[in-house]
């Protein structure tokens, strides 16, 4: 039944404008609802669909026992390589920021943070060029978890989150918050472009990046700012560290944080 299905679809997807191998607007939330399964994946029409995993969500469909990991995933019909949350708040989410040591150094210019940076499987950047290409396809939440050094975790969601392009200087996009326990220190992010130690892009023109010695979405400057220098849990620097002003204060400093985006389950 399922591969008379397939059958149908792959008929019907030269009508509708859609390359097979390619996942538009149209064509992917066709492809969803007609999601792979691991143990058909050896069959040929199943490896077609297979390219409309775009998503950590998808990922997730496809297999509802997926572990945490990094996954291949296909945007613009290209491959790339993403982390995946699969336990926190349902899983399914797609993580862009992730850190919990310190081994991996944020104090970076413009484009690292575009390429993005570090170890997939540890500490790491996505990147702004793929997290914009990525939160462009559906209506997402963010999703943003923090961890003191005594263990106390915090999160906060949110709606409607967009990363622009570069020629919006990758501004960040988001509605209000939609749940969680912390504070709402992201607020004077919203509709920020992004700055860093070497490009500056503040309203007030002040070089935030340098000073805080991160890429991060500064306004003037910060209330949060999860990308800073990894610091112990207090420190006599002030607005160092990984910050979120409500939990941290100015002299202390995160011990793990994780930033990922979900299509928004509405959707
Ligand atoms: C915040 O919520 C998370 C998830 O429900 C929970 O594990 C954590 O203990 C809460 N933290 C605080 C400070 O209430
Ligand atoms: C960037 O996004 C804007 C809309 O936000 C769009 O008009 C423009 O074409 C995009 N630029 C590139 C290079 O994709
Ligand atoms: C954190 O926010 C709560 C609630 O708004 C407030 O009562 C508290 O004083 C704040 N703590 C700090 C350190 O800013």
């Not at 499987?121 to 996505?126: A, D, I, K, T």
């Amino acid at each position: 039944m399922r591969s008379l299905f397939y059958i149908m679809l792959v008929g019907l997807l030269p009508s509708i404008g859609m390359a097979k191998n390619e996942c538009g607007d149209v064509g992917s939330r066709l492809y969803r609802m007609l999601q792979c399964h691991k143990k058909t994946d050896k069959h040929l029409l199943c490896g077609i669909l297979k390219y409309c995993v775009t998503d950590c969500r998808d990922v997730l469909s496809d297999d509802r026992s997926a572990q945490s990991g990094v996954y291949s995933v296909v945007v613009n019909g290209a491959e790339h390589d993403v982390y995946c949350e699969m336990d926190l708040h349902g899983g399914g989410w797609t993580v862009f920021q992730k850190r919990f040591e310190g081994s991996v150094d944020f104090n970076r210019g413009w484009a690292d943070y575009e390429a993005g940076f570090g170890d997939l499987n540890g500490e790491f950047w996505l990147g702004n060029s793929l997290l914009n290409q990525l939160v462009a396809q559906y209506e997402s939440d963010l999703l943003i978890r923090m961890v003191e050094f005594d263990g106390e975790v915090h999160y906060i969601m949110y709606r409607n989150f967009l990363l622009g392009n570069a020629s919006t200087d990758y501004r960040l996009d988001f509605g209000p918050p939609i749940g969680g326990n912390a504070t709402d220190d992201m607020a004077v992010h919203d509709r920020q472009p992004f700055s860093t130690p070497d490009v500056s892009n503040t309203i007030f023109g002040g070089d935030c990046g340098t000073w805080y010695n991160s890429g991060w979405w500064f306004n003037d400057c910060f209330d949060a700012n999860l990308n800073g220098l990894y610091l112990p849990a207090t420190h006599t620097d002030p607005s160092q560290g990984i910050i979120w002003k409500n939990i941290t204060g100015s002299f202390g400093s995160l011990q793990a944080t994780d930033m990922m985006y979900r299509p928004s389950l509405a959707d």
